[in-house]
């Protein structure tokens, strides 16, 4: 089956820690998208990609870093510098360029705690 | 920045009532997004407005995309509890996609 897969599902961390989520797609979508989720907000965008080897920041790319070394994978590092880490993280793929056209795939996510 | 607003906040029903979630941008959008989540799940996609005045229709669910292309509602007829979850609107503008904050339905059986 085609899709997005995170991992890890959920995860803990220390204060200090950095800390790279997965993100793996095989729907050979050529846009991928990482956003923070907290309770009772929207979705905020993180990073985007829209090809190999190039990736933009979102509207909160403080504390965080990305990269696209291949079509597939996305990974997002959250580093020691992100003063807030915990909440639910969201991978998304389109196939449509420019960023705003298509249907957004997004992954099951990915929980974050830093303890 | 595009802001993109969605209201009300909260939505409770009882099973069988209707109900409508307004979203509300800031800027002209080329197109609007709407997406389901269910509570700790996952937004899946909806639909896609993209034309001024655009009124689309997905069984009890009905679209629609205003006419200076700056607001959509999403309308629900006869609620079940399946319809449960926070609807998010998704604007897209230069190239960029800004979520609202979402409306979160229960469904009281």
């Known amino acids: 089956d085609g899709g997005i897969t995170q991992s890890p599902k959920y995860l803990f961390r220390k204060e200090g820690q950095n800390v790279t989520l997965s993100c793996e797609q095989n729907?050979?979508?050529?846009?991928m998208y990482w956003y923070r989720q907290d309770p009772g907000q929207g979705l905020r965008l993180i990073y985007y990609?829209?090809?190999?080897?190039?990736?933009q920041k979102g509207d909160i790319a403080e504390g965080y870093s990305v990269s696209r070394e291949k079509k597939e994978s996305f990974p997002l590092t959250v580093t020691s510098a992100q003063k807030n880490p915990t909440a639910f993280y969201l991978c998304?793929?389109?196939?449509?360029?420019?960023?705003?056209?298509?249907?957004?795939?997004f992954g099951e996510g990915s929980r974050l705690t830093v303890l | 920045g595009q802001q993109v607003m969605q209201i009300p906040q909260y939505q409770h029903v009882q099973e069988g009532e209707d109900f409508t979630t307004y979203c509300n941008s800031s800027?002209?959008?080329?197109?609007i997004q709407w997406y389901k989540q269910r509570p700790g799940g996952h937004p899946v996609f909806l639909i896609q407005?993209?034309?001024?005045?655009e009124v689309k229709k997905q069984k009890r669910l009905t679209f629609q995309f205003g006419e200076a292309k700056k607001n959509s509602s999403l309308h629900i007829t006869a609620t079940q509890t399946t319809d449960v979850g926070t609807y998010f609107c998704?604007?897209?503008?230069?190239?960029?996609?800004?979520f609202g904050k979402g409306t979160l339905l229960t469904v009281n059986p």
């Open positions: 998304a793929s389109s196939m449509g360029l420019p960023l705003s056209t298509g249907e957004l795939f």
């Open positions: 407005l993209v034309k001024s005045g």
């Open positions: 990609s829209q090809i190999v080897n190039d990736f």
């Open positions: 998704s604007g897209g503008s230069n190239y960029k996609l800004t």
């Open positions: 800027t002209t959008l080329s197109n």
């Open positions: 729907l050979n979508h050529d846009a």
